[in-house]
């Protein structure tokens, strides 16, 4: 270890304490890989801060070293974000053990958090004082609310809540040099100018460190209950969009999508558990309706609004979970469609949104190039349909290598992309870009907009040494 090494290491020690830092290898290991395992990096140390003003003194060390920081909350993201660069001159600075809930304001109907909150524990915090945090991610129980709003995070809430940048009234970060911002203001309306907070949101760590935040809360609902919808075709499931949407009006607060190849995946994934329709069907859609009234109330919702699609002819068929076990048992299917495609090997993945009338000619393009490209390809298509947003996921049919699909990688991009482009889309709707979409960003970002956010950049961390190699 060289000199200016240890003298690096004594000054982070002398920031956060010896038992804040990590320099072991295999202590260092798991938080220099992403969840895909798809990067994998290193780093000098891991911090681990327990509070703002170590944060700002293990910043002070690093700015005073030249060393990068890579800021890691729950290392859930799916974009190689929170992994550092191989060789990198970098720490990672884990929020983790800053994980108070500092505040629960029900008069406000805020909540105040520090960043290594994880995001189920601000749900529970919040629902034992009878509101709804409204986030919610099939990772909840690992991801960090500093993740979370670096990440500008969406879910499935996103339709009737919005995404954390909505959901977000002050933030609290660590800046350049290890400046303490309390941006911690709850208020609703503020238009003393420039809304600084929204730069750090969305930022995946490349502007400063999260390190609290203030939360809009809900009041609770009083009946959730989900409906499983099967569909012919996109079209249908489009039309069944905008009918939920004009029947339920705000209590539709979900509208999730699922393709017959993701169904069939979870259901090789997990045997024991049986289908929810006997036959299967190419696309099922997941409703939920949210209601202030009673579980009764909300089931005669879904019912109407199921028995007039199928027969408006729309749906081929529905089931309507009436119990809460019954519900959890239909959100299964959705959220663990992550999960059994890693367990199948991997998939080249997008996560792409577009305006919803493109969907359809969008899912025949694609589908015809990729039929070009090679035999043995398979669309695992999933996700958001509500926010235009769909996990458009290409991998290969049982029997076929998923390597097949690895090895063509550039070409499938080209022709998943391109469309995007034609149909004036984004290649990064909710994960962000981290490593793995950052040279995409021109294709979809107009040149001024790249030039606005290096000049924001550049005025924020003029060193340059927040996460270096993302997103830029
Ligand atoms: C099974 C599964 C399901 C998922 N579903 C969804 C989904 O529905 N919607 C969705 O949007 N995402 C989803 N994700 C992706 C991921 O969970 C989110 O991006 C989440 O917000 C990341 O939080 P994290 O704490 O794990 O952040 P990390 O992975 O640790 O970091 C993500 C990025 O944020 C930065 N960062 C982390 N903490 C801070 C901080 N305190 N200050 C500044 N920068 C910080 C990192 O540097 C990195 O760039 C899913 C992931 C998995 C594994």
Known sequence: MSHDETAFLDALRA??????????????APFCTDWRRRYTGSAI???????????????????HHGV????????????????PAPGARAIVLSTRRMNRIRAVDPVND?????????????QDAAQARGRLFPLRLASEGSCTIGGNLATNAGGTEVLRYGNARELTLGIEAVLAGGRVWNGLR???????????????????????????????LFPAPRAQLVALVALPDIDAALALLAQARSQAGPALTAFELLSEPAVELVSRASPDRRRPFPAPHPWLALLEWTDHESDEHAAAGLERLCAAAIEAGTAHDAVIARTLADCADLWHLRESVPEAQAR???????????????WAPFLAETGSGLAALQRGLQVFAFGHLGDGNLHYNVGTVPGTPPQVAFDLEREINDIVFGAVERHHGSVAA???????RRELVARVKAPQEIE??????????PDALFNPGKVL
């Open 45 to 63: 140390a891991v911090a681990q801060p327990a509070s703002t003003d170590e944060t700002a003194r293990i910043v002070q060390a690093c700015a």
């Open 186 to 216: 709850a208020l609703r309306k503020d238009n003393s100018g420039y809304d600084c907070k929204q730069w750090l949101i969305g930022s995946e760590g490349t502007l400063g460190i999260i390190t609290a935040a203030s939360l809009k």
């Open 15 to 28: 920031a956060a304490g010896a038992q804040a830092v990590l320099t072991d290898a295999p202590d260092v």
């Open 452 to 461: 606005w956010m290096r000049a924001i950049k550049t005025a924020l961390d």
């Open 68 to 83: 990068a920081i890579v800021p890691q909350g729950g290392n859930t993201g799916l974009v190689g974000g929170a992994t």
């Open 344 to 358: 199948a090997g991997g998939n080249v993945k997008h996560d792409i949104s577009l305006p919803l009338e493109a």
């Open 110 to 122: 805020c909540i105040t958090v520090e960043a290594g909150c994880t995001l189920r524990a601000v």
């Open 430 to 436: 909710e994960h962000g870009v981290g490593q793995l």
